[in-house]
């Protein structure tokens, strides 16, 4: 049986969140700023999100800090219940202002997600706590979804000072998307590319960049 995500649709069951309290140490640059070729990487980004998701949360260390650019009523900027508590932290805010029973979380430095692999972990998401995609032995947190019931749980972990999202995940329901599964719609894996480093954010303007258009995946 095909069962291959729908790509006419939004998720109703779905928001989307964007993790943006990374000050980008080893960039030398806040991440929300970035820009390939000229674009805007979170608002890319954001308007891969828009073709999928009724609402996107955009989780700052402060709320205040966001380019206006891609503020609208669809993207709704929210501070971290919980500051300084990492990427963990910011899937906790996430999961506490949304009213839907999952989340898609994405990190803002994220420049290529493919639509149709987004499409591809929500249609796995019922009957889980969490929907991560794996390639041998690496996963991905970070791209990755989560159902509301987990937010207690995660809550106890950061106020015990334990932010390692790979704790957390070794005590739910994890689905795991593996790499056979996810080849077809994103060959290149280019949905994980992240920019950590100038070497990233060069090799990102360049031939990778040219090859990946997002609005175009099926």
Not at 20 to 49: C, F
Not at 140 to 163: D, N, Q, W
Not at 169 to 195: H, K, Q
Request: glycine share 10%; with cysteine; hydrophobic share 40%.
């Amino acid at each position: 049986m095909d069962n291959k995500p729908s790509a006419a649709r939004k998720e109703r069951g779905f928001h989307a969140a964007v993790l943006a309290g990374g000050k980008g140490k080893r960039l030398g640059v806040d991440k929300t700023v970035l820009k390939i070729n000229g674009e805007s990487v979170l608002g890319r980004i954001i308007g891969v999100l828009k073709d999928i998701f009724p609402l996107i949360y955009l989780v700052t260390q402060d709320n205040n800090r966001a380019p206006e650019a891609v503020v609208d009523g669809m993207v709704k900027v929210v501070g971290d219940l919980l500051p300084g508590k990492g990427p963990l932290g910011g899937i906790y805010t996430a999961l506490e202002y949304s009213s839907k029973p999952y989340v898609f979380v994405m990190a803002c430095d994220m420049p290529y997600p493919n639509p149709g692999l987004i499409r591809l972990l929500l249609s796995r998401a019922p009957g889980w706590e969490a929907v991560v995609p794996r390639r041998g032995p690496y996963i991905e947190p970070l791209f990755a979804v989560y159902s509301r019931e987990t937010r207690e749980r995660i809550r106890k972990k950061l106020e015990g000072g334990r932010l390692k999202i790979h704790e957390v995940l070794d005590e739910l329901r994890v689905r795991y998307v593996e790499e056979e599964e996810m080849a077809e719609l994103d060959p290149g894996f280019l949905s994980f590319f992240n920019i950590n480093t100038p070497e990233d954010l060069e090799a990102a303007q360049g031939p990778m960049g040219a090859r990946s258009r997002p609005h175009a995946a099926k």
